[in-house]
Structures are given as structure tokens and as C-alpha cells.
């Protein structure tokens, strides 16, 4: 496999198995030590690795029929380019501080990864439809 293959394979793995089948462990697999997101962290999240977990457990909690389906996959350079769809039933945890209410959800993201020279994820940009999320949730305006 060459090299840009791989780092799309590495990405497809973080959003197919760890948003879709919750598999925490593709994290570690699939990001640098160092690695860094632009989106602030909680307090309780050291790195990357911690926050990207923590969002994949939030997000399964709260929709534990979550799918991810990865719409398109491009890669240049040490640079991924890649358009995902979130789908599910809000049927579990609160999401956002709102309580589930059995709303479906299909959420279009958007992120930007520059892999290192071992195809892990190093940095991270992204739209991730939180607002959408939210509007189809039903959080009040």
C-alpha cells in the first residue's frame, strides 16, 4: 500500500471503527503522541488521544446506534481530506446537555488531517456540524 493510501486508511479506521463501532483503541493506533487538534480541550483531557476518545464515547452514549460513513476521501502530500456523515437515533445519554427524545440525526462533517511519516494523525481541522447536531437534537433556540 503507498503512502497515501495508507494515511486514508488510517483515517477511514478512526471514523468507520472508533465513531461507528466504538473502538477506543484505534485511537492510540491512529494518532502521534504529539498530536494536535484545534478544538479546545476539557480539563480532564491531556492530549488529543483523551479528547478524541472522550468524544467518541459521548457521542455513542448518547446515539448507541451511531454510523459513521466516510462520503469521500482524498489525500495530497502528508495531507487527508475527508467528508463524513453522522448517522443515528439520540435514544441514550443527553448530547450536548440535552436529554435524548428518540430524534434521528444526519450531521455532514468535514476534517483535514496531516499524517506523519509513520501515516498516523498528526494535526487535526475540522467541521464537525456541532450546530447541527444541537438544531436536529432539539435543543431550544
Known sequence: MDLLERNKATVRRVFVEGFGEGRLDVVDEALAPDAVDRHPFEPDEPDFRAH???AITMFRSAIPDLTAH????????????????????HTGTPLFGVPAAGRSVDVEQFHFIQSDADGRGLRHWANVGA???????????
Open 52 to 54: 478524541l476518545k472522550g
Open 70 to 89: 466516510v462520503e469521500d476521501i482524498v489525500a495530497e502530500g502528508d495531507r487527508v481530506a475527508v467528508r463524513v456523515r453522522m448517522t443515528g437515533t
Open 131 to 141: 450546530d447541527d447536531f444541537l438544531r436536529q437534537v432539539g435543543q431550544p433556540s
